[in-house]
């Protein structure tokens, strides 16, 4: 059994498999702990890209609960998406927030991210598939009948929206 200390801190030292301390704690995503050292790498200048894809994934994935801790982390992920200079790390941040999109102010963001035909294509699918991921909380399905009427929407993703909203 790992020791959480040990592997936050060799987590941050750089370690040389941070897939498996990444696994382990992310069963302890509710620790206080956890969740300083998310926030510090995702919010971190100097975190390596890979790693920042591993947390986001930890987070796509993990059990998060319901706290200020969970905003915090929404947050972290909403400006990974907004302004890291890496889209495969933004890509990556837009699906983490799957497990983020039930809040209005997370659904709204990934609309934003949607229609901003100005964001690279991936990135648009990603957020629509955080919003589709969700489509039974009634906050993200409103937000796709939005997308699904919204004549500013290219075609491609008002396909995607219509495929989604119309199955069981």
């Known amino acids: 059994m790992s020791n959480l200390n040990e592997d936050i801190a060799e987590l941050k030292a750089g370690a040389e498999d941070p897939i498996l301390i990444i696994y ?20 971190g200048p ?21 706290d200020e801790g969970r905003e915090k982390l929404a947050e972290a992920l909403v400006n990974l998406v907004r302004f890291y200079h890496d889209e495969v790390v933004q890509q990556h941040a ?12 997370i659904a709204e963001f990934l609309a934003e991210v ?3 035909r ?4 991936n990135l648009r699918h990603n957020a629509l598939g955080s919003l589709e991921m969700n489509v039974k909380e009634v906050t993200c399905r409103h937000i796709l009948e939005q ?16 495929e989604r909203l119309e199955r069981p």
């Open 46 to 66: 100097g975190t390596d890209e890979d790693l920042l894809i591993e947390l986001c994934n930890s987070l796509r994935v993990g059990k998060i609960p319901e």
């Open 147 to 162: 997308l699904r009427t919204d004549p500013s929407l290219e075609e491609i993703f008002v396909r995607s929206v219509n």
């Open 118 to 121: 100005s964001a690279e294509e």
């Open 24 to 43: 382990r704690l992310e069963e302890s995503l509710g620790n206080e702990r956890v969740l300083d050292c998310y926030l510090e790498l995702l919010s």
């Open 94 to 105: 837009a699906m983490a927030l799957t497990n983020f999109a039930k809040t209005q102010r």
């Open 114 to 116: 949607v229609r901003d």
